[in-house]
């Protein structure tokens, strides 16, 4: 499975970006519905840290300093998932990588976008 992430850029702060991953072609039978899946986000110099996860179920979790602005979702038809980000600021500023969470790929992520805010 290889899974590809897109919609990085710069913006202005207050501005918004929506990151998409996608399975690649060649990925088989992976369905993104069928597994917990999540972005992280590592700045430079600075620890990676989990922004949001969404469940099988469709349970969701924030990280707490993007509660309210970002938004986890998943598109079956696509099988794709997304993250919205409204209100950027310039410490959401780093490289986004979707993973997977469960399952015996889990930990499997793309090569990730780059999102500045400034």
């Known amino acids: 499975v290889q899974l590809v992430e897109s919609g990085g850029g710069s913006v202005q702060a207050g501005g918004s970006l929506k990151l998409t991953c996608a399975a690649a072609?060649?990925?088989?039978?992976?369905?993104?519905?069928?597994?917990?899946m999540a972005w992280y986000r590592q700045a430079p110099g600075k620890e990676r840290e989990l922004v949001s996860k969404?469940?099988?179920?469709?349970?969701?979790e924030y990280l707490p300093s993007v509660q309210g602005r970002f938004t986890i979702s998943r598109d079956t038809g696509k099988n794709s998932l997304y993250l919205q980000m409204n209100s950027l600021k310039v410490e959401d500023t780093a490289v986004y990588y979707c993973?997977?969470?469960?399952?015996?790929?889990?930990?499997?992520r793309g090569q990730g976008t780059q999102v500045t805010v400034s």
């Open positions: 969404i469940s099988p179920d469709g349970g969701t």
């Open positions: 993973s997977v969470e469960t399952g015996l790929i889990r930990g499997r």
């Open positions: 072609a060649g990925s088989g039978s992976f369905k993104i519905r069928l597994y917990g």
